[in-house]
């Protein structure tokens, strides 16, 4: 029977399952209709030199075939994010807005072991508009999707890259400790951290970076980081728009914190970012935030969030 045996961490739904997220497909993008949001539906394939733009972890990310008519390798669609970015620079010239919505399937290299390689990604992207009321719409439609999928208890865990950016920026680390670096506070690892840090000549980035690892909790913590990078104007920009996100979310049913340390995702991300929990499930069930100017597309702003129907469906055992 061997035959008939599938690849390792890929699944097919049986019916309850695919007709669950079928289901919640249907009601999220009319959800997002409703909000202003148009349907794309990027292609399967795309050329794989076209990955490089979005960073090493992507392409790492992403099956590759070659192209048996042109000779070329092509990557099989792994994030629609990337892909809806392009299709955005196709639709409209820069100082326009675009509120792009998107459902379909991707496959990804690797996964963590609870989870399949092949997703059922959803999500919305708005492109065009860099002030903080893009990232609080964006925020507000995760948890009403989230809402109509009956998913409760939400926590929303949000981080503003521009803070350790600026202090990798000022270390001047090399690509290898940047790598490093950012495991370790992804992990929360100290001593680790401290190590590589001790090869620079900087005391007091160097410090700053190390106690991103505790500022984490509920608005109190972003008076903490005014405190310990005084006088930056690009922390203090970032500080102001976490401020006015939080005064609009803390009014919604969602447990709204930041956690500075929490910089995962893919690298084209800059900016504001945000990861949503429940405790009925093993990890986030949806992420997102800023990726502007992606693609080397100058002064275009985009933001938006995705997450995988495959892995809310089996968590919730239908």
Request: aromatic share 8%.
């Amino acid at each position: 029977m061997s035959q008939w045996l599938l690849p390792e961490n890929v699944e097919d739904l049986l019916p309850r399952q695919a007709k669950q997220l079928e289901t919640f497909r249907r009601q999220l993008l009319d959800l997002y209709e409703k909000n202003g949001y148009e349907l794309v539906i990027p292609s399967l394939l795309e050329y794989a030199d076209s990955l490089n733009a979005f960073g090493k972890d992507l392409d790492l990310d992403t099956f590759k075939v070659v192209d048996q008519l042109s000779g070329r390798m092509m990557g099989i669609s792994s994030d629609l994010t990337t892909q809806t970015s392009r299709i955005d620079s196709q639709l409209t010239k820069e100082s326009s807005l675009n509120k792009l919505c998107y459902a379909g399937p991707v496959l990804r290299t690797k996964t963590a072991l609870t989870q399949s390689r092949e997703l059922y990604q959803v999500g919305i992207e708005y492109f065009g508009e860099s002030d903080i009321t893009a990232d609080i719409e964006v925020q507000t439609i995760l948890l009403n999707s989230l809402k109509l999928m009956n998913i409760g208890n939400i926590s929303l865990d949000i981080n503003h890259l521009d803070i350790y950016s600026n202090l990798i920026l000022e270390l001047r680390l090399s690509g290898e400790d940047k790598v490093d670096v950012s495991e370790a506070l992804i992990i929360k690892d100290k001593a680790a951290l401290r190590k590589i840090l001790k090869r620079y000549d900087k005391s007091v980035a160097s410090e700053q970076l190390v106690e991103l690892i505790n500022l984490y909790g509920d608005k109190d913590v972003l008076d903490q980081i005014a405190k310990l990078i005084p006088g930056n104007k690009v922390v203090q920009s970032a500080i102001g728009k976490l401020k006015s996100l939080y005064d609009v979310l803390i009014k919604t049913d969602a447990k709204v914190s930041f956690d500075f340390s929490d910089i995962r995702g893919y690298q084209y991300h800059s900016g504001l970012i945000f990861s949503a929990y429940s405790p009925n499930y093993s990890t986030a069930i949806a992420q997102g935030g800023r990726y502007d100017n992606i693609n080397n597309r100058n002064n275009r702003a985009a933001t938006g969030f995705s997450m995988d129907l495959r892995f809310i469906i089996n968590q919730m055992k239908v």
